[in-house]
């Protein structure tokens, strides 16, 4: 079965997000008078648990219940919600996420190819925008066909998003790779039927991908290439549309025999 799409999530996979969007979280604390200082550990623990949007509300509740009531009944948790994302919107124009390595390579390949890319995202679509902007201008942005985001989602959960997409695109699951930098998307496309390829970054590198087809540092340069985490690839130093598609065939016989 030919490769027909392939899925790029957001957050994590097309960059390293977190530490921007943690950097905006304290600023806007530091706005509002709160002394909350989110280093990587705590802010680890709420990313692995707290769905897209809530993660002060969670925090909140876990750390400081007692304020929580008063704090949500003064509109303090939505304002300070509300003030993180014009920061973290603020820094993604100024470049504070740059693409992941091999990144822009394999979405430069893919626009010129008849292989649809799709882009998975629970965040807002201005945020993705943004990023896919600074590199590659407006023209790529309005030539984006297959998308999903925040906006369309009732619940902003990777599973929910890859399964919009995979409607969108009018495809079966298997003719479809997604490249998840973590463990909760890996386990959603892989689940839907998907082949996936995991892509950890600092906040997903101990998480464990056991629906992934091959779990790889980054998507490597000929000059740098990637180092292979979990599975097996040989003879290849960066991943280009033929890798994947090479990988995609893979899967389909690993699943045909398993069968």
């Not at 925040?150 to 009018?170: F, G, I, N, Q």
């Amino acid at each position: 079965m030919l490769l027909k799409a392939v899925i790029l999530d957001v957050d994590g996979t097309l960059a390293d997000t977190a530490d921007v969007k943690r950097a905006a979280f304290n600023q806007a604390f530091a706005e509002f008078g709160l002394d909350w200082v989110w280093g990587r550990a705590i802010f680890a623990q709420i990313i692995a648990n707290a769905l897209a949007g809530s993660e002060v509300e969670f925090f909140t509740l876990l750390r400081h219940p007692e304020a929580f009531q008063q704090m949500e009944c003064a509109g303090k948790i939505r304002h300070i919600c509300a003030r993180q994302q014009e920061i973290y919107r603020d820094l993604l124009e100024a470049g504070a996420a740059p693409l992941r390595p091999g990144i822009s390579r394999l979405l430069s390949e893919l626009v010129t190819s008849q292989v649809k890319l799709a882009i998975c995202s629970t965040c807002p679509r201005e945020h993705f925008e943004i990023l896919l902007f600074n590199r590659f201008g407006l023209e790529f942005i309005d030539g984006l066909e297959y998308v999903t985001s925040a906006e369309e989602l009732d619940r902003p959960t990777a599973l929910e998003s890859y399964r919009l997409l995979v409607k969108k695109l009018d495809l079966a699951p298997s003719e479809i790779i997604a490249i998840d930098d973590s463990a909760k998307g890996v386990a959603a496309a892989a689940g839907l039927g998907m082949s996936v390829l995991a892509v950890p970054g600092f906040y997903t590198r101990n998480d464990k991908f056991p629906g992934a087809m091959l779990v790889l540092s980054d998507l490597g340069h000929p000059a740098a290439p990637f180092a292979v985490m979990a599975g097996s690839l040989r003879g290849v130093s960066h991943i280009a549309l033929n890798d994947l598609r090479t990988l995609h065939d893979r899967a389909r016989v690993q699943t045909a025999n398993a069968a």
